[in-house]
């Protein structure tokens, strides 16, 4: 080889080094990137040395302070819940939200506070929904400026300096956009707001938002998906997820019901593709969420994936995964993008998780199915004047990743005494297999609205195709009564029952009662599956059940995925613990002992060569986050 091309190839080969780092590095998105693979190059930490892991530095929410005043003083109903948030790390600073709505960025080297930013978003009183809740913020490059982006509970969506945490003046009215206005129709802003960070892509700033999900009538605000300018505030363009008169999809809200009917949006983590410039949107229930008799129809864009143009807003593509939803099985996780091979097939994929346990793979540019997803016959109602779909999707491929209704194979066998108890106490509802729709006697529905698959998401593995979700098995009991008190017009309304005893305070379910599945997304095949959590073992054995191992946690985080580890944390019991485990097999490699509950889902960074890893944990007026690195 020549000196010049020794030199090119040097050349080359260090740019490749210092990219592939300098990536690395950065966890410059909620989910470590727009396509929400919560998944790192780094490979510092390893299964040889997860157990050196310390603390490297510990930073305590600014909420602490106002929390503590708050409970002292007259306003002690203005308290936070779990901390949710993950931060985002660019250029070796961290930026994270509050409780609250305050935008902190530290030192991500030594969690220094370098500024603070507060929205005063919780003195609007008590968000709609989820309460006091944010989970990200969103970083923006351009123009030679660098922006935080930030929507709130209060419905605002603000633009930050990212040096100094002042407000861009030049950003919508004073560095900020009221959400409430121009959605189509007037709005009660106690009944909306945004919970999820904004997705931003292709010079875009995507807001969803949350809507009050126990509404006073069927007027609520409709969940309409909006992007901004980065730089003006401007509105770019409007994607409507309930289609208005003329667009597409309108014929499937009849008798006029797409003019009232609201929510329908999409409330929690979206993501994009910034290459082909496609936005993926996992949209939820309408108003009401258990009863359709005022929305006869299919109720597009309801419960589906949709992709839309990131220039303009149209939709690209559909999936409707749910029709005439009335179970809450709204989308609850960011769409994963996923690059895999299909019986030699390269395709460029979508991967979307319910909360029912399907895992739902489109290539992510057609909206084709990857394997066959099918139109199954499903239970009728009997509920008056409801009308639900003959048919419901069902997903040939991948398996579900959790059981799915109450049958000889859900129910728990631990003893003959423990089953026959189990079977008295469901007798007084209705159950069976998944969709047995709510009636007036109550319907136990398994999964339940939690999951299944939640908020948390999964993580995909771009080198071996594996694609890790973490999820819980928890019945409820929906229960129809008429709507009354001024909520006439609604007709039914979810009220009496919402839960059923399992034998002897044990669950009413098989474990386990939380689980990580490790999909082959190359295959549609499951890996393996373990048990999250030791959960009631203990409590098994005390009653001289034969032991029946680790039966894991409902709790849970989302996951993070490393080249070397997989990170998921819970409350197991009276443990605070962020696990890492073998990617390949599930097995737990370390435990490590945090100082309060796991609320956030982890995430990964480097700096100056040094590996860290950070997680939310606590709230309730003592919100943390804690950095773990090696010594």
Do not use: C
Not at 17 to 25: Q, V
Not at 43 to 70: G, P
Not at 280 to 295: L, Q, S, V
């Amino acid at each position: 080889m020549s000196l010049r091309n020794l030199l090119k190839y040097l050349t080359a080969s260090f740019l490749s080094i210092f990219i592939l780092n300098g990536t690395a590095a950065d966890w410059p998105s909620y989910g470590g990137d727009n396509g929400s693979s919560k998944y790192s190059t780094l490979d510092q930490i390893t299964a040889q040395n997860v157990d050196d892991l310390v603390v490297a530095w510990s930073w305590d929410s600014v909420d602490n302070e106002t929390v503590a005043a708050n409970i002292a003083g007259t306003n002690s109903t203005a308290v936070p819940g779990p901390y949710k948030a993950t931060p985002i790390v660019v250029e070796g600073i961290m930026y994270i939200p509050t409780s609250f709505g305050r935008v902190v960025a530290l030192d991500a080297q030594s969690g220094e506070a370098r500024w603070v930013f507060d929205t005063r978003a919780w003195e609007a009183g008590r968000p709609a929904n989820l309460g006091y809740n944010t989970r990200g913020v969103a970083y923006w490059e351009g123009s030679g400026k660098r922006r935080i982006f930030f929507a709130t509970n209060d419905s605002y969506l603000w633009a930050l300096d990212a040096e100094t945490g002042q407000v861009d003046s030049a950003f919508g009215d004073g560095g900020r956009v009221d959400l409430s206005q121009g959605l189509g129709r007037e709005i009660n802003k106690r009944d909306y707001g945004v919970v999820s960070p904004v997705l931003v892509t292709n010079n875009k700033v995507i807001v969803n938002s949350i809507v009050n999900d126990a509404p006073a009538s069927l007027e609520t605000p409709p969940g309409h998906v909006r992007a901004f300018n980065p730089e003006t505030g401007a509105l770019e363009w409007m994607f409507e997820t309930i289609p208005q008169a003329g667009e597409f999809g309108n014929e499937t809200w009849e008798d006029g019901s797409w003019e009232y009917t609201g929510s329908t949006n999409a409330w929690t983590i979206m993501s994009a593709d910034d290459e082909l410039g496609i936005a993926y949107i996992p949209i939820g229930t309408p108003t009401n969420d258990w009863y359709g008799g005022m929305r006869k129809g299919d109720n597009l864009f309801a419960e589906s994936l949709v992709a839309v143009d990131v220039n303009t807003g149209e939709r690209i593509w559909h999936f409707q995964m749910i029709h005439h939803g009335v179970w809450d099985y709204d989308l609850p996780a960011a769409p994963t993008l996923v690059d895999i091979t299909v019986d030699g097939r390269p395709i460029k994929a979508v991967a979307a998780i319910s909360k029912q346990g399907f895992t739902y793979v489109f290539d992510r540019v057609t909206g084709e199915p990857v394997w066959p997803i099918e139109e199954r016959a499903v239970p009728q109602s009997s509920v008056p004047n409801e009308r639900l779909s003959p048919t419901q999707p069902f997903p040939t491929k991948p398996a579900a990743f959790e059981p799915q209704g109450i049958s000889d194979e859900t129910l728990i066998d631990f003893s003959p005494a423990l089953r026959s108890e189990a079977l008295q106490n469901i007798e007084k509802f209705d159950y069976g297999r998944l969709f047995i729709p709510p009636t007036l006697r109550g319907t136990i529905q398994f999964p339940g609205w939690g999951g299944g698959g939640e908020w948390h998401g999964a993580a995909f593995d771009p080198e071996t195709g594996l694609y890790y979700i973490p999820s819980a098995s928890a019945p409820i009991v929906v229960q129809l009564i008429e709507a009354r008190r001024g909520r006439e017009e609604m007709g039914y309304v979810r009220g009496g029952a919402r839960s059923v005893s399992g034998p002897q305070n044990l669950p009413l379910i098989k474990p386990p009662y939380g689980r990580i599945t490790a999909i082959d997304l190359n295959s549609g095949d499951h890996v393996w599956m373990v048990p999250h959590g030791e959960g009631i073992r203990q409590q098994i054995i005390d009653m001289g059940i034969l032991d029946p191992g680790p039966v894991g946690s409902s709790d849970r985080t989302g996951p993070l995925l490393t080249k070397t580890l997989l990170f998921m944390a819970q409350r197991d019991g009276d443990r605070n613990l962020l696990r890492a485990f073998n990617k390949a097999s599930g097995e737990i490699i370390h435990e490590i002992e945090l100082p309060l509950r796991p609320t956030g889902t982890p995430m990964t960074y480097s700096i100056d060569g040094k590996q860290y890893v950070t997680i939310a944990v606590g709230g309730r007026g003592d919100a943390r986050l804690v950095t773990l690195s090696l010594p």
